[in-house]
């Protein structure tokens, strides 16, 4: 498993936003229970791209290459 430098004391705008704040106190409240979006951390200009430079373009988990997927 590589290791991945993360920088979070500045996340995406997108992320701090009002509307994802609320989704994640709503998941965090539901636990299991709540209904995932990808409006946020599937954002293809604002999280996504970065995710995916970050990671190599591989899924976090696995390692297995993402491209062409969603």
Do not use: W
């Amino acid at each position: 498993m590589r290791s991945v430098k993360k920088d979070f004391d500045n996340p995406p705008d997108i992320l701090q936003s009002e509307g994802c704040q609320q989704k994640i106190k709503h998941a965090l409240h539901e636990q299991n229970q709540h209904h995932f979006s990808q409006y946020y951390y599937g954002h293809p200009n604002k999280v996504r791209q970065n995710l995916e430079t970050l990671y190599q373009y591989k899924c976090a988990y696995c390692e297995t290459k993402v491209t062409g997927s969603v």
